[in-house]
């Protein structure tokens, strides 16, 4: 089969080829405690799955949606955001409902990338970004470097030239989160740039523990565009539904998109994300997600205290349930000695070249199971 350059050209998708892996494994009886991905086990809470099945009984629930989302879920998604980040938001042109943040952020590139242009891309940083968003398009990727000495933030200079640049905070893979200080230097680079778009993926800005709370760039500056997931914030991965919010032109050229590719999330599930998101009381989230959160924050503790009792390099976070680590070598014989012990963990150079040396591990299993694998870990 001849495929087409651009998807040759892909490397091959990091979790696609640890899957693999682990079938063989488990066929081969093996125990396997999956660290790798970052797909929570705790269930969604009751009152997301009450509203789903509400939501099923809606006379239009087995109709088409829009690109664009639903009008009555957008107006919800501008009150939860006035409420969270103090940022009003017309529901008519600045959101749009995503089948979750990774589709959007894929469609939303190839709005405004053509071939041959620069994309800036965090380094370590989401595959999608090098991936979906600038090779599927023919773009160039421009790998910036976000290092521990810098507190894990990119050089912004090094976006110059650049027609698309990604920023994700709280960060996946290192965790790391951004200070106020930065937003405001990226805010002043993003409007004094207005032919560099900027994006900023904010996947995990509901997963914070102690007294963080993660800011929006809208709260900086309105040229830009931020994706939202409600995946991580609900453990709701497999429904596969966030939103887009930002400038009017960016939302519009997401929404062109779409409507050439999908029909929109599924009405009862975009309907039962807004219910969710209702239960905020301003700023402050319900009782559930404060519990979710209460138990991703022990288990990263767990993780980090092990790690460098150990000995590994380990840079704690206030936010995420990823857990980013020196491995003290090539991590790539880390995780086969791992591997063989029936642990999987994500390499860090799945994230790119600056992620050499390290490696990621996902509190997305019980206590009992991290303290297995910590256990095991030890004893390679």
């Known amino acids: 089969m001849n495929y087409s350059d651009r998807l040759n050209n892909l490397p091959p998708y990091l979790f696609a080829r640890l899957e693999d892996r682990m079938v063989e494994m488990r066929k081969a009886g093996v125990d396997i405690i999956n660290l790798g991905i970052g797909d929570p086990d705790l269930q969604p809470p009751d009152f997301f799955i009450d509203s789903l099945k509400k939501h099923l009984n809606d006379t239009d629930a087995h109709l088409y949606s829009t690109s664009r989302g639903n009008i009555g879920v957008r107006k919800g998604i501008s009150e939860w955001f006035k409420g969270r980040f103090g940022v009003d938001l017309d529901p008519g042109t600045e959101v749009a409902i995503t089948i979750g943040s990774k589709e959007g952020l894929a469609n939303f590139s190839r709005a405004v990338v053509n071939p041959g242009e620069k994309v800036g891309v965090p380094d370590p940083g989401y595959p999608v970004y090098g991936n979906s968003a600038s090779i599927m398009n023919d773009g160039i990727v421009v790998s910036v470097p976000i290092l521990p000495e810098e507190g894990f933030l990119p050089d912004l200079n090094k976006f110059e030239g650049c027609r698309l640049v990604f920023v994700n905070y709280p960060n996946n893979p290192t965790g790391a989160i951004a200070p106020d200080s930065f937003y405001r230097e990226l805010a002043d680079w993003a409007e004094n740039h207005l032919e560099t778009i900027v994006v900023h ?39 596969r539904i966030g939103f887009a919010v930002g400038k009017k032109e960016y939302i519009d ?79 790539m014989e880390f995780l086969d000695k791992t591997l063989s012990k029936g642990v999987v963990v994500t390499p860090g150079r799945g994230f790119g070249d600056s992620g050499k040396g390290f490696a990621r591990i996902a509190v997305t299993v019980s206590i009992e199971r991290l303290s297995e694998a910590m256990n095991r870990i030890e004893g390679i």
């Open 253 to 331: 050229g997401l929404v062109k998109v779409k409507s050439q590719i999908d029909s929109g999330a599924p009405l009862f599930i975009q309907r039962a994300a807004v219910d969710s998101l209702n239960t905020y009381d301003g700023a402050e989230p319900p009782r559930e997600i404060l519990e979710f959160r209460r138990e991703f924050s022990k288990r990263r503790r767990l993780v980090e205290e092990k790690l460098r009792k150990m000995g590994y390099e380990v840079y704690d976070s206030p936010a995420t349930f990823y857990v980013w680590f020196k491995t003290g070598g090539d991590e």
């Open 201 to 239: 993926d904010t996947a995990y800005s509901e997963m914070t523990f102690g007294n963080y709370i993660a800011p929006s760039i809208l709260q900086f500056t309105r040229d830009a565009i931020e994706f939202h997931s409600l995946s991580k914030t609900f453990n709701a991965t497999g429904y």
